[in-house]
């Protein structure tokens, strides 16, 4: 669940009972806000990045701009938090520089 609204799912790897990898991130529905007014937009990609102290880090990069998300894993690996921010980019033909600010989320 993202502040603001939307949500956040990704899967996490794990070995020996500790978080190795975390990506497939899918973002949807987060609050941006554009030249246009309020939108939502949503991202996803097929990567997968390493986790590293139970902390990770990806940055997407589009053709139209750009976003990022930073998390965090549990100790028991059943929950996460963090942060994601969006753009500025142009989304579509009818928005144009959007931008959300760093959002926290939680996910489970």
Not at 63 to 68: D, E, K, Q, T, Y
Not at 77 to 88: C, D, H, L, M, Q
Request: charged share 20%.
């Amino acid at each position: 669940m993202v502040d603001g609204g939307g949500s956040v799912k990704f899967s996490v790897e794990f070995k020996h009972g500790k978080a190795t990898r975390a990506g497939l991130f899918t973002l949807r529905h987060i609050p941006v806000t554009c030249d246009q007014g309020p939108g939502a937009v949503g991202y996803a990609t097929q990567n997968v990045v390493n986790v590293k102290q139970r902390k990770f880090s990806y940055r997407f990069s589009f053709s139209v701009g750009n976003a990022n998300i930073k998390g965090k894993i549990s100790r028991n690996g059943k929950e996460a938090s963090g942060s994601t921010k969006y753009g500025p980019a142009d989304p579509d033909s009818e928005h144009t520089n959007c931008i959300s600010d760093t959002l926290s989320w939680k996910a489970a």
